[in-house]
């Protein structure tokens, strides 16, 4: 029989899951914290010859995140399939999938401004950010009608739509965050939609992600085996993925718009600039080598013993919860540290981007602030694991 979690009301749950969704998720919290309190903040510090190796490995180890989160998002609606009907399935996908959509434009785009009422910085416009939780919302409201077509069809189109989306890039040459397009560039690259009093801003273009959740809802019955040959497969899969990707990057060949350069700056120059993948959207090497570790480390979960897997087990089964209170946690703390460093707290009622000269701390303090984020977080996260272990009640899905 498959590993499940232990005295879980939801029996479909798989600790080995949970674990690597813990793990991201905590990481995750990492370039949050980052983007928040590190003096000089950047949006993307990979290609920028001047970012630290220190900054440089803190945001790349990030990349990890929204991948798995997707792809596993996929994967427990897989092991879903085995309790619902195709019907029910499709109906309880797209409830919560419009729910997820709702969350990421009302809860946690004020998350990340603190102005619900709009920004100076801006027009006086509402800002809405369209990032991850949107992308999982929107790839799942999709999954509720895909899904009929039954696991393996699922697989192979994600596969299709993964290796094959990079055809596409031109669609997207030109893009810029800000830039405004049609309705269907949503689907392809980053771009806003002025709406007048609201301004959309899309960071997770949809395509590519979807095509990483039907992967991991068509992969879903690899965790239904036994512990043995799963964790087989699943190293098998992580290490041929691994070697595909480099041996894609080395020839630049396919699948990363980004071509990299020997750098005449030395040796850690060329590795930077080899591993500076293109996240927006998710090129193919950029998931080849995030979701192709994750795999390996997912194989070997089992193994693992003490109170840190315990700990990542707690965070992975409440990823929702933990999502949407640090995001409140860090920007509510970063207005603290502001204003113990002389600044106006009202000028950090707006998104970091725009926070002032002078402010945050260097990379050390940014890990004891994480490390402090993960403290506060630990009492509401293992509360709400506990309630969540013991019951069933509808509404814990939607948390």
């Known amino acids: 029989m498959s590993e499940l979690a ?12 949970d674990f690597l969704r813990g793990l991201v998720i905590v990481v995750m919290a990492i370039d949050h914290v980052r983007d928040f309190f590190l003096s000089g903040a950047t949006l993307n510090t990979l290609g920028d010859p001047d970012t630290s190796l220190g900054v440089y490995v803190t945001r790349w180890i990030t990349h990890f995140c929204a991948p798995v989160f997707i792809f596993l998002a996929g994967t427990s ?6 309790r619902k009907t195709p019907g029910d399935l499709g109906l309880f996908l797209f409830k919560r999938g419009m729910w997820l959509i709702f969350v990421e434009v009302v809860v946690i785009s004020t998350a990340w401004t603190f102005a619900p009422m709009g920004m100076a910085q801006i027009g006086g ?4 950010g ?9 790839s799942m409201a999709m999954l509720a009608f895909a899904q009929l077509l039954g696991r393996a069809p699922c697989l192979y189109l994600g596969i299709a739509i993964v290796v094959l989306h990079n055809l596409l890039d031109p669609l997207g040459s030109n893009a810029d965050l800000f830039r405004e397009g049609p309705l269907w560039g949503l689907l392809f690259f980053q771009m806003s ?10 960071i997770y273009p949809i395509f590519a992600w979807f095509g990483v959740m039907l992967i991991g809802f068509g992969s879903s019955f690899i965790f239904e085996k036994n512990p043995e040959e799963r964790d087989r497969i699943l190293m098998r899969i992580g290490i041929f993925s691994i ?20 750098s005449s700056a030395g040796v850690i120059a060329t590795i930077r ?7 927006y959207p998710p090129s ?3 998931l080849l080598i995030t979701l192709g570790p994750m795999a390996v480390v997912c194989s070997r979960a089992n193994r693992l013993k003490g109170w840190l897997k315990d700990t990542l087990v707690m965070f992975g089964r409440v990823p929702f919860a933990f999502y949407v209170a640090h995001l409140y946690l860090i920007h509510f703390l970063s207005i603290g540290l502001a204003t113990l460093q002389g600044f106006d707290p009202g000028e950090f009622l707006v998104i970091f981007m725009f926070y002032p000269e002078g402010y945050g701390v260097g990379l050390a303090g940014v890990y004891l602030t994480w490390i402090i984020v993960l403290i506060l977080l630990y009492p509401l996260c293992r509360w709400l694991a506990n309630i969540k272990q013991r019951r069933k009640d509808w509404w814990l899905s939607y948390l």
């Open 193 to 202: 939609i002025n709406l007048g009093a609201v301004l959309v801003v899309e």
């Open 284 to 286: 193919l090497l950029f």
């Open 125 to 128: 416009a509402t800002l809405v």
């Open 6 to 17: 232990g005295k879980d009301a939801r029996t479909y749950r798989l600790s080995s899951i």
């Open 77 to 82: 609606a897989g092991l879903m399939a085995a």
């Open 243 to 262: 070697a595909v990707f480099f041996l894609l990057r080395s020839i630049s060949f396919y699948g990363d718009p980004n071509d990299w350069n020997i």
């Open 273 to 279: 600039d080899f591993f500076n993948l293109t996240k």
């Open 130 to 138: 369209l990032q991850v939780i949107w992308a999982i919302g929107v």
